[in-house]
């Protein structure tokens, strides 16, 4: 568990950036304005030059060329960022997320309102 007090290392640096990065897909706007929309896109890229994991970012900022990401809605959004994020998971030898269950598990919460 992480101490507060300790400077983070890689798989909690890891846990609380995947944490921001699906709740602002969750929260970005269903229909963003082009402004909204460029600074997604924005965030996103320099997210990917600045992470302080040389690997991490050297492989996000290729999938990102490959795939960039999908702005037009925030199911588009949520959905491309669960795709990378099992992309990652992959790669370490992790379980899929199914990407369906992605509003609930970082928006919404579960329909027993455990998390109410
Ligand atoms: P995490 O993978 O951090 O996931 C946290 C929680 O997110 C899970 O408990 C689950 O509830 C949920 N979740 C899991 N998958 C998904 C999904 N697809 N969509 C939505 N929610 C999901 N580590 C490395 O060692 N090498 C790397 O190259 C690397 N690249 C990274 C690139 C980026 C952009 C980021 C943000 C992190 C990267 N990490 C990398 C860190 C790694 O992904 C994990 O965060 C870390 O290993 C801790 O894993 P974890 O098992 O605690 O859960």
């Given at each position: 568990s992480i101490?507060?007090?300790c400077?983070?290392?890689?798989?909690?640096?890891?846990?609380?950036s995947w944490s921001l990065l699906h709740t602002m897909a969750a929260y970005?706007?269903?229909k963003p304005k082009e402004e909204e929309q460029q600074?997604?896109?924005e965030f996103i890229c320099s997210f990917s030059k600045l992470f302080p994991c040389p690997?991490?970012?050297?492989?996000?900022?290729?999938?990102?060329?490959?795939?960039?990401p999908d702005l037009?809605?925030?199911?588009?959004?949520?959905?491309?960022?669960?795709n990378q994020h099992n992309i990652v998971n992959k790669k370490l030898g992790k379980p899929e997320?199914?990407?369906?269950?992605?509003?609930?598990?970082?928006?919404d919460g579960p329909a027993d309102g455990r998390c109410d």
């Amino acid at each position: 568990s992480i101490n507060s007090q300790c400077p983070l290392m890689r798989d909690d640096l890891g846990r609380a950036s995947w944490s921001l990065l699906h709740t602002m897909a969750a929260y970005y706007p269903m229909k963003p304005k082009e402004e909204e929309q460029q600074s997604m896109s924005e965030f996103i890229c320099s997210f990917s030059k600045l992470f302080p994991c040389p690997e991490c970012r050297t492989d996000f900022q290729e999938e990102i060329s490959k795939s960039p990401p999908d702005l037009s809605s925030r199911l588009g959004l949520s959905t491309w960022m669960c795709n990378q994020h099992n992309i990652v998971n992959k790669k370490l030898g992790k379980p899929e997320f199914d990407c369906r269950q992605v509003l609930e598990r970082w928006k919404d919460g579960p329909a027993d309102g455990r998390c109410d």
